[in-house]
């Protein structure tokens, strides 16, 4: 994917400002700066919720800066967000279900009849749903209303639902916020056995252990605006990265 001189303005704020930057094929690449420097708003540009003033975005040689977010869903893009959002009424089984079918086939009719073709469709859905339930680890969980996880395994579910779109890039905003160090270090295993799959991941997060252990490249924003793109041993001793957000030189996590 490439982004090119892409801007977004709310009234007078550029929230992102001439952006430019190009993630590689099977990259964990995370987005890292103070709170409103327009990381969510990158990502929700990415995924066709705003669209920007000026630049393009390519993915999979196709402009996605002017398509609609269930279009640039169909072409293998999916995102959680910062404030778990689930289905309240469902269980998570069918909370996983539900993102699946994005990439149902049977129309409205097949459906309401139950015929053949929509009944084959639906076991393959919850096939595919129980797959990624037991990728991100609560597969026993499946059964329960989605009410009765802990706010982890929240998180855990959100992730397998983006998963049960078939992405081959993934948006995570925030995934270890409000966990505990034994829960960031889970969803550090848990990105690199998604990336394991094929799967190209933008991270956004704050917790720098985290993005530090696991990016491959880190892109850093100040008021919408990129001043630093590089490997994490580049990052953390670039002095206006520092000045900007680290505070401190971040020293890379070791297991």
Partial sequence: M?????QKSFGGLVAINRLSFTLEEGQIKSIIGPNGAGKTTLLNLIMGVYSPET???VFDNHRIERLKPYQIASLGISRT?????LFENMSVIENVMVGRHVRTRSEFFSNSFLLRRARIEEAAIARIAWEKLDLVG????GLEAAT??????????EIARALATDPRLILLDEPAAGLNMTEIKMISHLVRRIRAQ?????????QMDLVMDISDEILVLNYGTKIAEGKPD???NNQEVIT????EKIEIAKD
């Fill in 55 to 57: 630049g393009n975005i």
């Fill in 138 to 141: 609560i597969k026993e969980r």
């Fill in 198 to 206: 094929g799967v190209t991941v933008i991270l956004v997060e704050h």
């Fill in 148 to 157: 009765a996880l802990t706010f982890a395994e929240q998180r855990l579910l």
């Fill in 244 to 247: 900007a957000y680290l505070g």
């Fill in 234 to 236: 580049v990052i953390q």
């Fill in 2 to 6: 490439t982004a090119e001189d892409v």
């Fill in 81 to 85: 967000f910062q404030t778990i959002a």
